[in-house]
């Protein structure tokens, strides 16, 4: 990224996104925890010059499996109209709850073996439309007898998800699901009051609408959604949905599971006047 500049020379919004951008990506492909990926993600937010970018991005390599947006700033009056395009109303709204584990009233010996699950790549829909949520949530379920995840991330062709290990809430292990899922790591510690999402409360129907007005709702051109991120932010539950075009022209917007609007960042072309 330096390049021909110093590292004091000062960074622009160009520039950290496209290190976000970098940062999303590594941790789709499992080079980045959840919570190295949001550490880096903040620090890339506040990074003043190239020098400090660069030291975020150093140790990671190049990830080809999927060109994950960066956050677009810049959420204006007048642009919540086009987030209602595509949105399908429920008559019925599913309420989506996050849950604190107490802690165990002792120590509990580790019953389960990640290893133990047969990695298994069958043909689904792609993870980023309803058919792709419903065929993931009712395999999941069948996995693991429940629908609790501490996050989980959807991309066209695999989920990564993040939950703790059964009977045993201080240890947690990601897996990559391709139809089946296969354990990433051995089980690491986790805080027993970590917050957690339970997927069978998640409104598909309202996400789905969310997802086809998406591209015009965060203006990017020719955009598709390309990843979905559920999970607990600023301590309250979230949908993130990632609209890209092959311009690498970015923007997403963040919903509750009931279908109401956090946030909206769209696209802004900064070259144009």
Do not use: C, K
């Not at 990632?242 to 311009?247: D, I, K, L, Q, Y």
């Amino acid at each position: 990224m330096i390049g021909r500049h110093s590292p004091s020379t000062r960074a622009r919004d160009a520039d950290r996104a496209a290190v976000r951008a970098r940062l999303d990506a590594a941790y789709a492909d499992g080079q980045l925890t959840g919570a190295e990926h949001e550490a880096r993600d903040a620090r890339a937010d506040a990074a003043g010059t190239l020098g400090e970018l660069d030291e975020l991005v150093a140790d990671l390599q190049a990830s080809s499996d999927v060109a994950a947006p960066a956050r677009v700033r810049g959420w204006r009056p007048g642009v919540f109209a086009g987030v209602v395009v595509g949105l399908a109303v429920a008559a019925g709204v599913a309420t989506f709850s996050w849950v604190r584990a107490d802690p165990p009233s002792a120590p509990q010996e580790a019953a389960f073996d990640p290893a133990a699950l047969r990695p298994v790549v069958v043909p689904t829909p792609s993870l980023v439309t309803r058919a792709g949520l419903e065929q993931y949530l009712a395999d999941h379920l069948a996995t693991f007898g429940d629908t609790l995840v501490d996050e989980v991330d959807f991309f066209e062709q695999h989920a990564r998800v993040t939950r703790s290990v059964p009977g045993s809430p201080d240890r947690l292990v990601s897996y990559t699901y391709r139809g089946g899922f296969d354990a990433d790591d051995v089980p690491r510690t986790r805080a027993v009051d970590t917050a957690v999402v339970d997927l069978a409360t998640l409104d598909v129907d309202e996400i789905a609408g969310y997802i086809a007005g998406a591209p015009q709702s965060v203006g990017v051109p020719d955009g598709t959604v390309g990843h979905i991120s559920v999970g607990i932010s600023y301590d309250q539950p979230s949908v993130r949905i990632f609209v890209s075009n092959t311009a690498r022209e970015t923007g997403y917007l963040e919903v509750t599971p009931q279908g109401e609007l956090i946030e909206l960042h769209r696209f802004e072309n900064r070259g144009t006047r």
